[in-house]
């Protein structure tokens, strides 16, 4: 092939080590055809004069897609692009921070979704637990053509962004970052939890409970877009309203002091819908009904809360449009192609009315 076909930037303030840039980048014109199978490459010398770094250099980094299967080196014949139908050579990996639980409302949908879309172009797809300083470690050691990073910790944003600055094809589901449009997707969490509380007071409720059991980031993020919903609305927030302050679990004795007291919440938030059941059984037991003594409105929208008794409002993140976009996303990094200009305001949560909030 022609040596100038070959455009890798080696950039001096990169978080990636040189050679490491050079994998990726040629990584990039191998999975996207420029390079086809069994074509073969420069010399080291040629590509280390035309990158203008060192034959070191150049030979670390081919032989990293080497030893991945990407390239093939031929004693006395030069270095060829390997076959790149190979199972190794097309391989996702879906990293979490922490051990991924399936569930009905969120995870298992999501990554269904996700399985679906990259099966179809023959990839695999592993799960794989890591945080943004062993992303890099991963895509090298499993020998990854891509990352989707599955609900990401806000501070992990910096770091993300960097790394896919660098060159390395990623991209993160769980919450849209405002700072990073073309590769975090999910809902905005913060707007949805301020439009719940708009939605309650537009019913006129002005004592507005919130309820959170894990400190996940997007029930963080929950709570300060219900803080912000109450301040903007001019409505009272009280400390005790905030039910659970990140317990692991959900605690029945909780709701039903804070249903006692003299002015209770008229409504309730719910972060975490897999706690609704248990919420509901609370109220039967103390005799509160759903919605003529408490308004609720969840996050997420498994099957299941069209059945329960009153059926459940909700707002539904829409899981399958922005995973879409996410993969398509992804394949475009993978493929060394320009990324989609995505508009957020188009994708992430609905309002779905139901029977469990009255207007007062």
């Known amino acids: 092939m022609d040596i100038c076909d070959i455009q890798v930037d080696l950039c001096e303030g990169s978080q990636l080590p040189k050679y490491r840039q050079l994998a990726v980048g040629l990584e990039q014109l191998l999975l996207s055809g420029a390079i086809g199978s069994g074509e073969r490459l420069p010399s080291d010398r040629e590509l280390a004069e035309h990158l203008g770094t060192t034959t070191v250099t150049v030979s670390k980094g081919l032989n990293e897609l080497v030893s991945r299967g990407l390239l093939r080196r031929k004693v006395g014949s030069g270095t060829y692009a390997g076959d ?57 050691e499993f020998r990854l053509a891509g990352i989707l990073v599955l609900v990401p910790r806000e501070e992990f944003f910096p770091d993300i962004a960097q790394l896919q600055a660098d060159g390395l094809p990623l991209v993160s589901i769980g919450f849209a970052c405002p700072d990073l449009p073309q590769i975090s997707f999910g809902s905005n969490h913060e707007k949805t939890a301020e439009e719940a509380v708009e939605y309650l007071h537009s019913l006129g409720h002005r ?42 679990e959900f605690m029945a004795e909780d709701l039903t002091e804070l249903l006692s007291k003299p002015e209770p919440p008229s409504a309730l938030l719910v972060s975490e819908v897999h706690s609704i059941i248990g919420i509901y059984n609370v109220l039967q037991q103390i005799n509160r009904r759903i919605p003529e003594d408490l308004s609720i409105v969840a996050f997420d929208d498994p099957s299941y809360l069209t059945e329960i008794t009153p059926p459940l409002t909700v707002f539904r993140q829409e899981l399958e449009e922005f995973s879409g976009q996410a993969c398509k996303q992804l394949e475009l990094q993978i493929m060394g192609k320009t990324l989609m200009d995505i508009n957020h305001a188009n994708i992430g949560s609905r309002l779905v009315i139901r029977k469990s909030c009255r207007t007062l």
Not at 233 to 239: E, M
Request: proline share 6%.
């Open 84 to 140: 790149l139908s190979e199972p190794a050579c097309r391989r996702i990996g879906v990293v979490c921070h922490e051990v991924v639980m399936p569930d009905r409302a969120y995870i298992s949908p999501l990554l269904h979704n996700f399985h679906r879309y990259w099966e179809e172009k023959n990839y695999q797809v592993l799960t794989l637990r890591g945080r943004p300083e062993n992303y890099l470690q991963l895509y090298q």
């Open 207 to 248: 004592r507005i409970g919130f309820v959170y059991f894990s400190e996940h980031s997007s029930n963080i993020i929950h709570l300060r877009g219900y803080r912000k919903g109450m301040w903007n609305a001019k409505l009272p927030v009280h400390p005790d309203w905030e039910l659970g302050r990140g317990r692991r």
